[in-house]
């Protein structure tokens, strides 16, 4: 095993990679498993060597300059939950290994292994799901969860529109498809996890970096559910049959908070600076569920 622990000390990091054979995971993604040990998450990963999905990266060079970046952005107030180091086998594809992180605070924004229940692309291909099976009731879950998202305070909108543009601006991809992939804390507000670079321009792959900012707007939007026939995100939309469980008075709740969380977005992206051109453009690819 190479290893990098860069902002860890190695005999804690050994210790934490000795203790996954004693736990189970709390959580996966498609090609990771997290181990969630004190203030610590080791993730399993099978991709090491591969940046914005696809872009290979086998000497993990840009890989070593994101862990800075994040660390950096981490040290000047930005919500990202840093890199800590890695170690992987350097003769295996893709690159075989485990990354080290600190813990998240809270919960998940929306924990997709709940949310499932729900989500278009879960009910039309529920042969390639990869959550972990749980137990949490997803009717009562997505009540109250969306109930609570709605309850945030303005400010932390506003820090999550900023931080989003901060990390874009930084050449860094943000995974908008999970609502996994952010967490939501009363005291710090949202953070960002699973985040990896957009190398491609610098691999002579595109001809320029890319300056547009619409998929970083639409991102902005994550904290909302979308209905059947949004044009972005079309994976997680509320599935029209499966939101039959719900009677008219909860339909109308969701949608309630739903419409709530939405206005926040609007009021956050309306701060940070977005015109009107912008964010119209934005909402011809997104449909708001609750949004008539």
């Given at each position: 095993?190479?290893?990098?622990?860069?902002?860890?000390?190695?005999?804690?990091?050994?210790?934490?990679?000795?203790?996954?054979?004693?736990?189970?995971?709390?959580?996966?993604?498609?090609?990771?498993?997290?181990y969630l040990i004190g203030n610590y998450a080791v993730l399993t990963t099978s991709k090491l060597k591969l940046r914005n999905i696809?872009?290979?990266?086998?000497?993990?060079?840009?890989?070593d300059e994101l862990i800075k970046l994040l660390m950096?952005?981490?040290?000047?107030?930005?919500?990202?939950?840093?890199?800590?180091?890695y170690c992987y086998d350097p003769d295996s594809k893709d690159g075989d290994g485990y990354i080290i992180q600190q813990r998240a605070k809270g919960e998940e924004l929306f924990d997709d292994a709940v949310m499932k229940a729900y989500y278009v692309w879960t009910q039309k291909n529920p042969e390639k799901l990869y959550f972990y099976p749980n137990t949490t009731d997803a009717k009562s879950y997505i009540l109250a969860r969306t109930k609570f998202i709605a309850e945030v305070p303005q400010k932390h909108f506003n820090k999550f529109v900023s931080d989003t543009m901060i990390l874009t601006n930084n050449d860094i991809?943000?995974?908008?498809?999970?609502?996994?992939?952010?967490?939501?804390?009363?005291?710090?507000?949202?953070?960002?996890?699973?985040?990896?670079?957009?190398?491609?321009?610098?691999?002579?792959?595109?001809?320029?970096?890319?300056?547009?900012?619409?998929?970083?707007?639409?991102?902005?939007?994550?904290?909302?559910?979308?209905?059947?026939?949004?044009?972005?995100?079309?994976?997680?939309?509320?599935?029209?049959?499966a939101m039959l469980a719900f009677n008219d008075v909860q339909i109308k709740q969701i949608k309630r908070n739903n419409m709530i969380i939405f206005e926040k977005c609007m009021c956050a992206i309306r701060n940070y600076g977005f015109s009107d051109n912008e964010i119209s453009t934005a909402l011809a690819y997104l449909k708001i569920y609750g949004m008539d």
């Open positions: 095993m190479v290893e990098r622990f860069i902002y860890i000390e190695p005999v804690t990091a050994h210790k934490l990679l000795s203790n996954l054979k004693l736990i189970k995971p709390s959580a996966r993604g498609c090609d990771k498993h997290a696809t872009t290979r990266d086998d000497d993990l060079a840009h890989y950096d952005l981490y040290k000047n107030g930005v919500s990202v939950i840093p890199v800590l180091g991809l943000i995974d908008f498809i999970g609502k996994s992939n952010f967490f939501y804390d009363k005291d710090c507000g949202f953070q960002f996890i699973d985040l990896d670079s957009h190398t491609d321009y610098k691999y002579g792959l595109c001809a320029n970096k890319d300056e547009d900012n619409l998929a970083a707007l639409l991102g902005c939007f994550t904290p909302c559910h979308l209905d059947v026939g949004t044009r972005a995100f079309e994976m997680r939309a509320l599935d029209k049959q």
